[in-house]
């Protein structure tokens, strides 16, 4: 099944590294017209390097003003993947109010303020869209030393479908990917205990992580046309974890 973008333009947040990067390259590689959102000038750097018809913008996503003029000033886009996220880790009575805010502000709040700026352009053009949104399994399961990062996904989904309900009629279509543990360069370093690790591949019936393409492909194709009546799921990418 050949997924193409040809003549649409994608936003794709949190694009420096990981999934937000394989994402841009994809998309990219696919026919959009892509633009990589990042903080972090040297990632966008080497993707630039990488993929020389990638555009690149700079900006911190917790600056709530800041992050509306700058994507306000990208023009419209047909496609959004709202990647960019933290995971700050900690046991609840060690957790500061800062990484409270830095969490919800990052993994929600942020992801509120960008869908807000593209899809009203969606809805204005008339022509729709779609917007995947990336959560995680821990929305709806507990793991230790998430007291943040997990509820702020769960908020991620909800938001994924009142948006879906709201936004469907206007023809923009609004879903979440949910992965397990992914084997990106940041991912292989948290996954590295094995006494976290055995207990969790255990419990996989597939008996591993993902790879990082296994979610970009998932993606795609809920961003794609193949996916038309498909709005407001969350789908897992975690090889039966949530199954059992």
């Not at 003549?7 to 947040?13: F, I, P, S, Y």
């Not at 972090?40 to 800041?66: N, R």
Request: contains cysteine; proline residues 3%.
């Amino acid at each position: 099944m050949e997924i193409r973008f040809d003549g649409k333009r994608a936003l794709v947040t949190g694009a420096g590294k990981g999934i937000g990067r394989d994402i841009a390259k994809a998309l990219h590689k696919c026919g959009a017209d892509t633009v990589a959102l990042s903080r972090t000038q040297a990632d966008l750097d080497s993707l630039k390097d990488e993929c020389p018809g990638i555009q690149i913008v700079t900006q911190d996503l917790s600056d709530w003003t800041g992050t509306r003029n700058t994507v306000s000033d990208l023009g419209n886009f047909d496609l959004l993947v709202n990647n960019a996220a933290v995971a700050r880790r900690a046991s609840f009575l060690e957790y500061q109010e800062k990484d409270i805010d830095i969490t919800f502000d990052t993994n929600f709040k942020a992801v509120f303020n960008v869908t807000q700026v593209i899809a009203r352009g969606m809805v204005e053009r008339g022509t729709g869209g779609a917007i995947v949104n990336i959560s995680s399994i821990a929305a709806t399961r507990a793991f230790n030393s998430a007291c943040a990062y997990a509820p702020s996904k769960a908020a991620l989904d909800s938001l994924t479908q009142v948006l879906a309900l709201e936004l469907g009629p206007k023809k923009v279509r609004v879903n979440s990917v949910l992965p397990t543990g992914v084997m990106t360069d940041m991912g292989r370093k948290g996954l590295s205990d094995p006494d976290m690790v055995k207990p969790f591949i255990a419990r996989t019936p597939l008996g591993r992580f993902a790879e990082v393409e296994e979610v970009t492909n998932a993606v795609l194709f809920l961003l794609s046309d193949k996916a038309a009546m498909i709005n407001g799921t969350m789908l897992p990418v975690d090889g039966g974890y949530l199954a059992n």
